[in-house]
């Protein structure tokens, strides 16, 4: 049977997304480790590494969830990320995403639960740090065509024409 005490970590631990998976697999263990403090039952985290593509996530989640885990967590990626909310729905077991930016990961249904920023307030957050701290009054922008990355985009456009700094949009290579 499944157990919410074994929390599955399925993130990119090889492969061109490393650092960003195993830092979020570091702060998960730290999280976990302050909790278990005041856990009678405590619980455990176990990695599995999704290479940063969705096929390996799903076969890393199925496995996880045959070998008992009862919360995945993961998949830092937006990709992968939505494919492990698709198998965590599909088991009723909770999927925490603490990274993928893609706004509807929650979206997918009760049992996903999306913690980290949206693509949109990240791209507010870069354009504050822009203008405030690094007092850039000319940026040019790409990506705001409503494609990838068109929510971080915007996000950076609103947020620095609002402390009235000046955009300037760039078209992406056809």
Do not use: C, K
């Not at 967590?73 to 999927?95: C, F, N, Q, Y």
Request: no cysteine; net charge negative.
């Amino acid at each position: 049977s499944n157990s919410i005490f074994r929390v599955a970590a399925v993130v990119p631990l090889t492969g061109p997304y490393e650092m960003y998976g195993r830092s979020l697999l570091a702060g998960l263990v730290i999280g976990v480790e302050e909790q278990n403090r005041r856990n009678l039952i405590p619980m455990r985290v176990v990695a599995y590494d999704s290479e940063g593509n969705a096929w390996t996530a799903a076969h890393r989640a199925e496995q996880a969830l045959n070998e008992g885990a009862g919360i995945l967590v993961g998949a830092a990626l937006s990709v992968p990320t939505l494919t492990l909310a698709g198998i965590a729905e599909a088991r009723g077991v909770p999927l925490f995403s603490p990274a993928a930016s893609e706004e509807r990961v929650a979206e997918i249904g009760d049992v996903v639960y999306q913690t980290g920023l949206s693509e949109l307030e990240q791209g507010r957050a870069l354009a504050r740090y822009a203008v405030s701290d690094l007092r850039l009054a000319r940026i040019a922008i790409a990506g705001d065509e409503g494609g990838i990355g068109s929510n971080l985009a915007a996000g950076f456009r609103d947020q620095a024409e609002t402390w009235e700094a000046v955009t300037i949009p760039v078209q992406s290579p056809a």
